[in-house]
């Protein structure tokens, strides 16, 4: 399995999330996206590694090969809802959701990360945004 760095993995979820088509990723970081309806606009998003461990593994760990690790990974984007079209607008947020998710997936590689979907939320942003939290985990060597 090849070694990748923590800001490796984050880089490529963003890169990956970035392709969709109308989505941008933030300038804020994780930890301050979202925090004011101001800050953000449709489809922004930030990535995150919130927490990284070592896997629990047999025997012992061959450092050379790099230690296996387990990161946990999170995306936080937001949706804009529409004055007179909420309910249908929440549902376009659901569908981004699963665009995210599903172009996140497609950074598996066998050799170098393995990615899990671990849930999502969604809540309020004020006024007119929903923010939706999606986690993963990250399977890697360090």
Not at 90 to 104: P, Q
């Given at each position: 399995m090849t070694v990748l760095a923590f800001q490796t993995i984050r880089q490529r979820v963003a890169a990956q999330i970035s392709a969709l088509?109308?989505?941008?990723?933030?300038s804020w970081h994780l930890d301050t996206?979202?925090?004011?309806?101001d800050q953000v606009q449709h489809?922004?998003?930030?990535v995150g590694i919130l927490s990284s461990s070592p896997t629990q593994q047999p025997g012992r760990r061959q450092i050379a090969e790099g230690l296996a690790t387990a990161s946990q990974v999170q995306v936080q984007f937001a949706h804009r809802l529409t004055v007179d079209g909420q309910v249908s607008a929440y549902d376009a947020a659901l569908?981004?959701?699963?665009?995210?998710?599903?172009a996140v997936l497609t950074?598996?590689?066998r050799?170098?990360?393995h990615i899990v979907w671990d849930g999502s939320t969604r809540s309020s942003l004020g006024e007119g945004w929903i923010l939706v939290t999606v986690n993963f985990s990250a399977i890697h060597r360090i």
């Amino acid at each position: 399995m090849t070694v990748l760095a923590f800001q490796t993995i984050r880089q490529r979820v963003a890169a990956q999330i970035s392709a969709l088509s109308g989505w941008t990723q933030s300038s804020w970081h994780l930890d301050t996206f979202g925090r004011d309806p101001d800050q953000v606009q449709h489809h922004a998003f930030a990535v995150g590694i919130l927490s990284s461990s070592p896997t629990q593994q047999p025997g012992r760990r061959q450092i050379a090969e790099g230690l296996a690790t387990a990161s946990q990974v999170q995306v936080q984007f937001a949706h804009r809802l529409t004055v007179d079209g909420q309910v249908s607008a929440y549902d376009a947020a659901l569908s981004a959701e699963l665009d995210l998710i599903s172009a996140v997936l497609t950074l598996i590689d066998r050799h170098a990360l393995h990615i899990v979907w671990d849930g999502s939320t969604r809540s309020s942003l004020g006024e007119g945004w929903i923010l939706v939290t999606v986690n993963f985990s990250a399977i890697h060597r360090i």
